[in-house]
């Protein structure tokens, strides 16, 4: 059971809109920057959002994340089928004083 | 370009050790801590803790004391986790991941680049 929870799936058409909810508490996304990671099986993760809402350079403006109170979510527009992968969110949590992730979403591109 | 190497794949025994290097290259190996997180088959992201590349003092998160052990060798920019008396539930890909931003409040950084992990399985 992950500290941090996420829908276990979600799917979009190309050129869609979709987003992904992380949902967690005051001791983590509430005293907490959230995190989002892309992963690929077989790859490494990719940072996608740090900092709630801040791109990497290289990470295209089609991600955003964005965060209120005790919830993130991230938000994928113009849905491209390279897209398909899991996505996670990540914070920190003073009562565990660790990094916590959230379970996972698998994003299918139909 | 910043990149963190893993060690090859691993088949163990229940009772052996492991030893997963994380090399890196790019950036000065010191300014940056090192994380180590763990995806079991079929599971998610799980934190196991972080290491300080400069004093070299490891932390371990929940579930994952006395048998894993954080290290570093700066000279040649790794840092390295090893496995005591293996179990088959600790089968899973073993990533390291660089912190970002240098040695700052925890609740503020996030770990970017990962290295491509490596997979230990262990069976008898």
């Known amino acids: 059971q992950s500290v941090l929870t996420q829908p276990p799936s979600a799917s979009g058409t190309p050129g869609q809109r979709v987003t992904i909810s992380c949902s967690g508490s005051?001791?983590?996304?509430?005293?907490?920057?959230v995190n989002w990671y892309q992963h690929l099986p077989g790859t490494a993760p990719k940072l996608l959002i740090y900092d709630n809402s801040q791109r990497p350079s290289g990470v295209p403006d089609r991600f955003s994340g964005s965060k209120s109170g005790t919830s993130a979510s991230l938000a994928i527009s113009g849905l491209q089928s390279e897209d398909d992968a899991d996505y996670y969110c990540?914070?920190?949590?003073?009562?565990?004083?660790?990094?916590?992730f959230g379970g996972g979403t698998k994003l299918t591109v139909l | 370009q910043v990149h963190l190497v893993q060690s090859g794949s691993e088949l163990k025994k229940p009772g052996a050790s492991v030893r997963v290097s994380c090399k890196a290259s790019g950036y000065t190996f010191t300014t940056y801590a090192i994380n180590w997180v763990r995806q079991a088959p079929g599971q998610g992201l799980e934190w196991m803790g972080w290491?300080?590349?400069?004093?070299?003092?490891?932390t371990y998160a929940q579930g994952f004391t006395g048998r894993f052990v954080f290290s570093l060798d700066t000279s040649v920019s790794s840092a390295y986790l090893q496995i005591s008396n293996l179990k088959p539930q600790d089968t899973a890909v073993y990533y390291c991941?660089?912190?970002?931003?240098?040695?700052?409040?925890?609740?503020?950084?996030?770990?970017?680049?990962w290295g491509p992990g490596t997979l230990v399985t262990v069976s008898s």
């Open positions: 990540a914070a920190w949590d003073d009562s565990l004083n660790g990094r916590v």
């Open positions: 290491i300080n590349t400069n004093t070299g003092n490891p």
């Open positions: 005051t001791s983590n996304i509430g005293g907490s920057s």
């Open positions: 991941a660089r912190e970002l931003p240098s040695y700052s409040n925890s609740r503020g950084t996030w770990l970017d680049p």
